[in-house]
């Protein structure tokens, strides 16, 4: 999945870059038990097959090109307005509009490019969503694991709401417990406060760019 000069050193960016998060045919997820995943784990079964076709291609395929494959998973599985209204806190309500619009543009193409570079090789991870749901008020809580190669797990819990037409994830947590959104808040909190929108938007474009390695993602 990443390039690194030892497999220690790999696995330790690969659970870094799950939280910040905190994807060649379909192969579908291994489920804890051989059911349906109820209606607020299928958005994340979804992702996760879609995140194992993308580690299939693997980097022979050029970056756009799987940055274009993973953008309309990234769209359906995540409430990312919300995500980044919560990341930015009260703030959000003085930035004017264009400042949002950038905003948001900056954030959807930074989430989506940090999820093909995570998950850039495939080395025989396995994903599996567990079959309890935890309810914290409305919001229900879809609990998973990603098996390594060594057999280690990661666990990340999605907060999924429903929305008028379907569930979206609202947060991550890494460990059930370390959330996406909070530790986002802190670093745009800081950004915001140093350089207002400007600084937060550039900060974002930038690690796209980054992560992109001089790709031309959407515009």
Same mark, same amino acid.
Not at 109 to 128: C, H, L, M, N, Q
Not at 202 to 219: N, T
């Given at each position: 999945?990443f390039t690194l000069h030892? &497999?220690?050193?790999?696995?330790?960016?690969?659970?870094?870059?799950?939280?910040?998060?905190?994807?060649?045919?379909?192969? #579908?997820? $291994?489920?804890?038990?051989?059911?349906?995943?109820?209606?607020?784990?299928?958005?994340?079964?979804?992702?996760?097959?879609?995140?194992?076709?993308?580690?299939?291609?693997?980097?022979?395929?050029?970056?756009?090109?799987?940055?274009?494959?993973? #953008?309309?998973?990234?769209?359906?599985?995540?409430?990312?307005?919300?995500?980044?209204?919560?990341?930015?806190? #009260?703030?959000?309500?003085?930035?004017?509009?264009?400042?949002?619009?950038?905003?948001?543009?900056?954030?959807?193409?930074?989430?989506? &490019?940090?999820?093909?570079?995570?998950?850039?090789?495939?080395?025989?991870?396995?994903?599996?969503?567990?079959?309890?749901?935890? $309810?914290?008020?409305?919001?229900?809580?879809?609990?998973?694991?990603?098996?390594?190669?060594?057999?280690?797990?990661?666990?990340?819990?999605?907060?999924? $709401?429903?929305?008028?037409?379907?569930?979206?994830?609202?947060?991550?947590?890494?460990?059930?417990?370390?959330?996406?959104?909070?530790?986002?808040?802190?670093?745009? $909190?800081?950004?915001?406060?140093?350089?207002?929108?400007a600084a937060l938007i550039?900060?974002?474009?930038?690690? &796209?760019?980054?992560?992109?390695?001089?790709?031309?993602?959407?515009?």
């Open positions: 999945m030892s &497999a220690s050193a790999g696995r330790h960016l690969r659970r870094r870059h799950l939280l910040g998060l905190a994807l060649a045919g379909t192969v #579908t997820p $291994r489920l804890a038990r051989a059911v349906s995943p109820p209606d607020s784990a299928a958005p994340i079964a979804m992702l996760y097959s879609a995140l194992e076709a993308l580690m299939r291609l693997g980097t022979a395929t050029p970056f756009r090109h799987r940055y274009q494959q993973i #953008t309309p998973v990234i769209d359906r599985t995540f409430d990312l307005p919300a995500i980044l209204h919560s990341s930015v806190g #009260t703030r959000w309500a003085t930035l004017d509009a264009a400042a949002q619009d950038a905003l948001h543009a900056a954030f959807r193409r930074f989430t989506i &490019a940090t999820y093909v570079a995570s998950f850039d090789k495939y080395e025989g991870e396995r994903f599996e969503l567990m079959p309890t749901l935890r $309810r914290v008020n409305a919001d229900e809580i879809v609990q998973t694991r990603i098996i390594q190669d060594t057999g280690d797990p990661i666990r990340l819990d999605y907060v999924m $709401r429903q929305t008028d037409t379907d569930w979206r994830a609202v947060d991550i947590l890494l460990d059930g417990t370390i959330s996406r959104v909070a530790v986002q808040h802190s670093d745009f $909190r800081a950004l915001l406060g140093n350089g207002g929108a550039a900060s974002l474009r930038q690690k &796209a760019a980054d992560l992109a390695g001089g790709s031309q993602l959407d515009s």
